[in-house]
């Protein structure tokens, strides 16, 4: 995150909180990959990831 804030595709804001919230996410998604489930969560999975991505790329945090 400090490389894309260098190079200015980042706003300005505290990197160490944002892995800390891209971490979490990764996470949880790892605990609902190991549960079982009828139905494919790679949509879910993908769709959760891109969110997490845009909020960090669009945000102050």
Request: charged share 25%.
């Amino acid at each position: 995150m400090t490389v894309l804030s260098n190079e200015g595709n980042l706003a300005e804001g505290d990197n160490r909180r944002r892995a800390r919230f891209l971490v979490t996410v990764l996470n949880g998604l790892t605990i609902a990959r190991a549960r079982p489930s009828d139905e494919s969560i790679l949509t879910t999975e993908t769709e959760t990831l891109h969110a997490a991505v845009d909020h960090v790329l669009n945000s102050r945090i």
